[in-house]
């Protein structure tokens, strides 16, 4: 993607100029007419670097800077000064500028400046991607526009103390999104709490969000501190907030406008707490049907981003898979894993209706279950459609339509077993030796799936 610039300046002549020097330079450019529009346009669009004069009627150069910083601390601003301005320029690097260009400017200084403040700001994302891949134990994938458009928007509202609500399809990764945001935030140092609504009864859920205080309630044999508190000046991250009973979004509601909860049995306090939620709902829907607070939604909503399902970023897959078989190959002790590029092929077209959290887990299953650290698009037609393979006719254990999961894990292993059979030349000592199991396991296995007569 082209990085963006964006000239905020009053004088017609000069963003002309700047505009032509920058585009020739290979960089995206919008230009604004003074400080009011440059800030409109950055509200709507982003960039990664400003560059705005420092003399401008109504709202100055500095002006500019500290609303900017305020903003989005990450985005590199450069000063146009003007002879004789220097200390003004002194002041505003002190402020927070990037850098400072002196007019009349040099066409090759101006490109040098704003490249190395463009590779200033990629090294200060790259350095938040790491801390949140750290915090996951996982790579961020996103090559898709799709993705990277999600990305360039956590990087814009991150630093902005603002609430997020994050929609999307159940495993597509809004949970790795909302860590991204923690990490970008200037509460990066401070707790992330993560709360999973539908993974709680909704009658413990209060307590586990408040806190309670000792004998609060039968088994309360000691206070316990909620989630709001444990991330008291941190994030708290609700995931899958719409699953949550009516009675507790009324005391989300009350945190969110005046920072105020109150455990189980005790008294109100307050906490400094930045709330990001989550939900495979359609929460505008919910709240119309009276099964979500409209209040609560609309606080909620102040800044809402979709994170696309994986079908709608095709261009993430690959790499994904490749993330995957990295990290889950190590887990198993594989040194030389292959990917067949038929597979390959396979998987960028196929629909993931559970999304990245499926596809992880397809590849896990590969591995797992590769015989010999090749996964292939027979191995997973093999794990996908097993009841094309049907069983020996009157093998043991043959659990028929009522165990389906026994069915498909014999069906693989027959798979698997007669492929290697067939490859040793039904050289039985070879064929255990392949698959790491005993010969006499072996025989008896044979003999199940009616590979070998008895």
């Not at 601390?73 to 260009?101: N, Q």
């Not at 709360?195 to 307590?207: D, G, K, T, V, Y």
């Not at 887990?331 to 209706?353: D, F, I, N």
């Not at 996964?375 to 996908?384: E, F, K, Q, S, V």
Request: charged share 25%; proline share 6%; with cysteine.
């Amino acid at each position: 993607m082209q990085p963006r610039v964006l000239v905020i300046d009053d004088d017609a002549s000069l963003r002309y100029t700047l505009e032509a020097v920058l585009t020739d330079a290979g960089l995206l450019v919008e230009t604004c007419d003074g400080g009011e529009a440059g800030l409109a346009a950055f509200e709507a669009r982003g960039a990664d670097v400003v560059l705005t004069d420092l003399a401008m009627p109504g709202i100055d150069g500095m002006k500019v800077l500290t609303t900017l910083r305020a903003q989005d601390p990450s985005v590199p601003i450069l000063m146009l000064t003007a002879h004789g301005s220097e200390r003004v320029a002194v002041a505003a690097m002190k402020a927070g500028a990037h850098d400072y260009l002196p007019k009349p400017f040099d066409p090759d200084e101006l490109t040098l400046i704003v490249k190395r403040a463009i590779e200033t700001r990629e090294l200060r994302l790259q350095n938040a991607r790491l801390r949140t891949e750290a915090s996951l134990g996982r790579t961020i994938v996103a090559e898709s526009p799709a993705l990277r458009r999600v990305l360039d928007m956590v990087a814009r509202v991150a630093p902005k103390d603002v609430t997020i609500l994050f929609s999307g399809e159940s495993g597509s990764g809004k949970d790795v999104i909302a860590t991204a945001v923690h990490a970008h935030s200037r509460r990066a140092d401070k707790p992330f709490i993560r709360f999973n609504a539908a993974a709680i009864p909704s009658e413990l859920a209060e307590a586990e969000l408040f806190g309670h205080t000792k004998g609060a309630f039968t088994g309360a044999i000691a206070a316990k501190p909620g989630y709001f508190q444990q991330a008291d000046k941190g994030t708290l991250f609700i995931d899958e907030i719409g699953d949550l009973a009516l009675g507790i979004q009324a005391k989300i509601l009350r945190a969110l406008q005046s920072g105020e909860v109150q455990a189980v049995g005790g008294k109100a306090e307050h906490v400094d707490v930045r709330l990001i939620a989550a939900t495979n709902r359609d929460l505008a829907a919910e709240a119309k049907a009276g099964r979500f607070r409209e209040d609560l939604f609309y606080r909620l909503n102040v800044v809402p981003i979709r994170v696309p399902p994986l079908r709608e970023r095709n261009e993430d897959i690959e790499p994904l898979v490749h993330a995957f078989v990295k990290q889950y190959s190590e887990r198993y002790g594989m040194v030389q894993v292959s990917v067949e590029p038929a597979l390959l092929q396979a998987l960028k077209t196929h629909a993931w209706p559970g999304n990245v959290r499926e596809l992880e887990n397809t590849i896990a299953r590969l591995l797992a279950l590769s015989p010999d650290e090749r996964l292939t698009l027979a191995l997973w037609r093999a794990l996908d459609e097993p009841r094309s393979a049907p069983l020996a006719r009157g093998a043991a254990g043959d659990p028929g339509p009522a165990h389906p999961l026994r069915a498909r894990v014999e069906a693989f292993e027959r798979n698997i077993i007669a492929e290697q059979f067939e490859a040793s030349g039904k050289n039985q000592s070879e064929t255990a030796r392949r698959l790491g199991v005993s010969r006499p396991a072996l025989i008896e296995k044979l003999h199940k799936y009616g590979l070998v007569e008895r």
